[in-house]
T-cell receptor
Framework: NAGVMQNPRHLVRRRGQEARLRCSPM?????VYWYRQLPEEGLKFMVY????????ESGMPKERFSAEFPKEGPSILRIQQVVRGDSAAYFC??????????????FGPGTRLTVL | KQEVTQIPAALSVPEGENLVLNCSFT??????LQWFRQDPGKGLTSLLL?????REQTSGRLNASLDKSSGRSTLYIAASQPGDSATYLC?????????????FGKGTLLTVNP
C-alpha cells in the first residue's frame, strides 16, 4: 500500500506565476488535508477536503489560493500569482475517517515551493 | 485558539543518553495528541498517538505521556542513537466541531552525537 504521494517534490516559480501542487491520498482514504510549513514555523492547517467537497478552508488565505479533490484523480492545491511569501513546504495528509480519536493522518513527503 | 509550544527548540546529546522532549498546549479540550518525527526534506512520520482518555503510550524506546488537565505531554526517548536525530513535532487535535485539524508546535531539533 503506497503512502501519500505528492508531486512535484520541489517547485520553483517566479513571482506572478501559478503553482499547482498534487496529492494522491493513500488507497482507501477519502479525507485529505493540506498544511503549510513556513520557514521557522510549525505546520499550519489550510484546508480539509473530501471527494468533490471542501469541508473546511478556514486556514486558506482568502485570495490566490484554492483547493479541490475531484471524484477522479489527485487533490490539487493551486496558488495563483505567487509571491515570495508563498515559499514554504506544503504537506498533504490523508485519513480513512475524520473525527475518530484513534484516527491518524498520514503525511506525504511535501512539496517545497520556492518563489524567485 | 489552541497554541502548542515545544521546549527546548533544539537539543544535542551524546549517544546512549535518555532524554525528554516537552510539549504544552493551551486548550485542554483535546481529542488526541500525536508525536511526529520529521527528517530533513522528508514528510512526517507518526510515532505515537495518545487518545484524550489515555495517560501514556509506548513504542519500543519511546514513551509519551499526557496530562490533559495541565496541558502537557512529554516524549521520553531511552538510550538515544544517532539515527534518532530529527525534528520531533507535537500536534493536538481539538475536540468539538473541528476534530480533524491538527495544531502543531514548532518542534524540537534533536541531534544525537556518536
Amino acid at each position: 500500500n503506497a503512502g501519500v504521494m505528492q508531486n512535484p517534490r520541489h517547485l520553483v516559480r517566479r513571482r506572478g506565476q501559478e503553482a499547482r501542487l498534487r496529492c494522491s491520498p493513500m488507497k482507501g482514504h477519502s479525507h485529505v488535508y493540506w498544511y503549510r510549513q513556513l520557514p521557522e514555523e510549525g505546520l499550519k492547517f489550510m484546508v480539509y477536503l473530501q471527494k468533490e467537497n471542501i469541508i473546511d478552508e478556514s486556514g486558506m488565505p482568502k485570495e490566490r489560493f484554492s483547493a479541490e479533490f475531484p471524484k477522479e484523480g489527485p487533490s490539487i492545491l493551486r496558488i495563483q500569482q505567487v509571491v515570495r511569501g508563498d515559499s514554504a513546504a506544503y504537506f498533504c495528509a490523508s485519513s480513512t475517517t475524520s473525527g475518530a480519536s484513534t484516527d491518524t493522518q498520514y503525511f506525504g513527503p511535501g512539496t517545497r515551493l520556492t518563489v524567485l | 485558539k489552541q497554541e502548542v509550544t515545544q521546549i527546548p527548540a533544539a537539543l544535542s546529546v551524546p549517544e546512549g543518553e535518555n532524554l525528554v522532549l516537552n510539549c504544552s498546549f493551551t486548550d485542554s479540550a483535546i481529542y488526541n495528541l500525536q508525536w511526529f518525527r520529521q527528517d530533513p526534506g522528508k514528510g512526517l512520520t507518526s510515532l505515537l498517538l495518545i487518545q484524550s482518555s489515555q495517560r501514556e503510550q509506548t513504542s519500543g524506546r519511546l514513551n509519551a505521556s499526557l496530562d490533559k488537565s495541565s496541558g502537557r505531554s512529554t516524549l521520553y526517548i531511552a538510550a538515544s542513537q544517532p539515527g534518532d536525530s530529527a525534528t520531533y513535532l507535537c500536534a493536538v487535535m481539538n475536540s468539538g466541531g473541528s476534530n480533524y485539524k491538527l495544531t502543531f508546535g514548532k518542534g524540537t531539533l534533536l541531534t544525537v552525537n556518536p
